[in-house]
Structure formats: C-alpha cells, structure tokens
C-alpha cells in the first residue's frame, strides 16, 4: 500500500499519525512544491515580528517523520489521474499511489484593484510571503492592510513589531468581523485606535496608486480616503486549492466535497485541512473552515480511513484565539444571534465581556475577551452539545470551571471511560 | 498509563495539593522560600476548584488523544515517552490554542508579562508519586491506573 499526500501540511502531518496508528507497514510519501519542513501558518507573524526564528517553526521535527517513515519528495503535482493511480509531477515524473491525500491548503483571494499589479503588494499566508515582507518592512515604512480578520491582524501585529506604521482597512463594521460580535468587535477596535493604529473600518481599497517608476505611493479607498503608503498587505480571505481535486473530475463546491472519511468523490482521493469542506458539528452541514485544529483533526481522520479503518471525522467548528493588539480573544463555535438566546457579561472599564449563544439548554457559540483561561471547558461543552440550561449564569459569571457543571456531567467527563477501574480504587 | 484522579466526596478544599505542586516546580523546593519570597511565584498546575459543597482539585489527564497536543503550532505541547503530555517553554509562543481545546481547562498562563506562556502538570518526572497525590491528608487525589 502507498500512501501518497500531496503538502507538507498539519493535515498531511497528522494523516501520517492517523495511517501509522492502523497500517505500520505500508509507504507514504509526501510530496510539497516549495517546502522540506511542515511548519505552522500561524507562526509567519511571529517569524515576521522576529519572535519565532525558521528553526523554531515546524509543526513536527523531521525525527517525525523519520521515526513514521514518512518520505518527504519536492516536486509539484501537476495532475491526479484515478484511472491510472497516479499523479503527475513537473519533473515529468510519475507516482502511482493507493491511496491519495490532497491537503494542497488556500491561496490568498486578491480581489481586482486598479493598480495591483507589480511590486509593493503583498499577501501573508505562508513563510514565502512572510519573507517578502521581512525584505522590505523596515522601521518608519508606512503600510496599509487591507481586512482586519485573523490573517489582517496578525501581519498588522508583525509590522508594527518591526517598526512599520500601519493602517487597516476593513470592509466589517470592526476588526475580525467573523469571529467576533458588535461589542467584542467595538473593544477590540477601539481598543486598536488607542494604540495609533489607523482604522478604516466599512470601507475597502478602490485603487493603488503608483509613482512611474511604479513603486506604490498610496492607496485609495472607496470612501474617497487617501492613504500615502510604500507597502499594501492583501489579506480579504483564503479560497481553497482545489484545482487538482475539480481538474480531476472531482466535486467542488466552495472546496472540496468530502464525507465523513474526508473521501472525496473519486474513488481513493482524500481531502483534508483548508482545502476541504468537512463537517461542521454545530449546523450538521459541510463547510471550509481554514484553521489549524481543523485541519489537524481532519488529517488524522483521513489518514486512518485511507489505511482502511471506519473511523469517522467527529466535525469541527470555527475556533480562534488571537491576541487582538493586546487584548486576547477566544470565539468558539456560532456567531450570528438568529435563532439563538444571547448572554451576555460586559465590564467595560476592564474590556471584558462574555457571550454565549445558547438553545435548548445547549451552547452553540463562546466569545471572551481579555479573560479567556479555562475557554476549553467551554470548547468542550460546545462540542459535546452538553446540557447547560441551569448553569448559564455559573459559566458566565466568572472563569469556567467543573466544579459548577451538574454532578452528572463533571463526573460523566472525568470518568466516562474509567467507572470500572475507579470502582476498584 | 497511572493518572492523578480527583474524588470529590473526599476533598476539602485545603488547597495542599496546590501548594505542593507550585513548591515542586519552585526554584528552592522549600514551602517557605517558594510560596513567600520567590519571583516570580512558582506557579500550581492543579487547581482546587470550590463550588458551594463541591470540591475537587483537577490538572491535566493527559489525555490519549490530547487535544492541546494537536493544536499546538509552535511544537510546544509534546508527548513524552511515559505517555504525560509535556511542554517546552523555549518553544511556546503563547497563542493560547491550548487554552481554546482543552476539556479540562488544564493548561493556565504564566504571569510573566514579558513573554507569558502556557503552564501544565508535567506528572512530576523526578518524582514516583506526584507531589499533589502525596500531599493530599484526605486521599482525594489519587494516583491509578485508567483510561481517560
């Protein structure tokens, strides 16, 4: 049996773990365009504020992948042909698999703007990119960011750490519209203001303007602003690379379409991580949500079924924990209000605030901010869809904690799988 | 792999458990020199939790298929050859994804504001008995053999 996954991704990483833990024998190779080392995106923003240095970034040490026998080939795949079993690579080369995993990630969405094209633009989604800004980002250059989610933020973070001074540009009514609500979303914003940062919030770029040796001078927003500026960071969104799963005669939606196995519809591909719209276990329907604990568990999944076990992917949520200038925020789950009662415990001279989104007596959806320990335990009766109903007011009060959840769910958590040996003690 | 379970119905809230934990990863391992005079504060990796009758010290269970452990981007959260789920602090950058997943609200943040990092019961590897389990008068932590 081959094994053949296509990136050096987290899901890729714990597809190995998932294969090994079934199938110890059979080959896996991995095969990446660019990278020898399966590092976290996550961490380009500290490599870029100088915090993390490259050393420090893999996800799993190569021992890794050695101790697994995990091969690691630098090509990139052209093609998927499943009626051969093999794929093709720009070596010219062909590798036949058994199994194949396609955890190929996003690329960066760059929307049409007058004026794009050329140097000073840029995107941060990968160690590549974020060496491109390093090049360039020195202290007292000026930058615009254009959108103010998780990717905005956190380049806006690393310039700034290097010295640069930032502008963000958001279309949402505040930084990190999707993960956050309007008064999370208002703490952190103004919060960002108090700090010198430059807002643009509900406006977007419209127009970059260049001197004619063609380097950026500025922006222009569709509000008419003029932002002078030498650096433009594109960070609007991450669209799925699912070219060689769709070119294969695969179906694509929003990414691509996977069950519970992370199968995809060609008969042994598999899809896992950024590139995958898996399962989401708060609305019951698929969905693209591009983090890392997603694409983690999914690969893990995927890997075990490739090796042949029933295994299932038990779903995933959006989750993020990101420090917002400052303030550390944790959102899990549901955002939008429709449908749900709202709880909410706001102390505004502290900037701190909980809400739940709850129904039924069930959690669908957490956001802390500024105090955030222990938010697992609420992660974890969100995901277990736990019932709640009598302890709303407990869990929101103060930092959560076992000792307030129903004697019957805490020990249920503590010693579901143990009662037997504990009955011994 | 043994673990560190909490019984309730034994548990006091004397907080021992925490006092022991935070010396044995104190600098001096002397209680007084820890808990009054050291800096930063040694810092406790169970935590007694109090609820009306309820009492019951919980740290981490190091979990089979630990979440922190996945989640961790910086390669911080690693799994020792024990079995205990273990942190590097030289590679911990302190973005709280393992706040985010764990069940059990295990892993707690230093205080170091400098560069605060993510703080876990790492099993007592020096010790044969984990210092909360024999600092415990009333036998409501536990050391036994399960499968969490």
Redesign the interface.
Known sequence: MRYVLIGNSIASANAVAGIRDVDPEGEIVIVDAENTFCYSRPLISYYLAGEVPVERMAYRPREFFDLHRAQIVTAKVEAIRPDAREIDLDSGDRLAYDRVLVSTGGVPFVPPIDGLEGGGVFTFTTLTAARALEAVARPGAKAVVLGGGLIGVKAAHALIERGVEVAIVELGKSLMPLALDEVSGRIVSENARSQDIELFLEDTVSAVQRNEAGAVVGVELASGTHIPCELLVVAVGVRPNAALVSEAGGAVERGVVVDRQMKTSIENVYAAGDVAQGYNLLTGENQVIAILPVAAWQGYAAGRAMAGDDYQYAGGMPMNSVDVFGIPIISVGLIAADGFDVYERLDEDAKVYRRFLVRDGRLYGAILVNEIDRAGILTGLIKHGDDVGGIIDKLLDGTPSFAVLPKGLREGKLFKKVLKEWAAV | MKKV???EEYCLGCQLCEIACAVEHSKSKDVVTAMKYEEPKPLARTRV???GD???S?SC?HCDDA?CL??C???ALYRDADGAVRHNP??C?????????????A???SADVSKAIAVKCDFCPDRSMPACVEACPNGAL?L?????
């Open positions: 379970m909490p019984r939790e109090i609820e309820t009492m019951l919980l269970r979440p996945t989640v981007m910086g390669g030289e590679r950058v302190g973005c709280w994804m393992c706040v985010m997943v764990c069940p059990y609200g892993l707690s943040r536990v036994v053999e399960v499968d969490v």
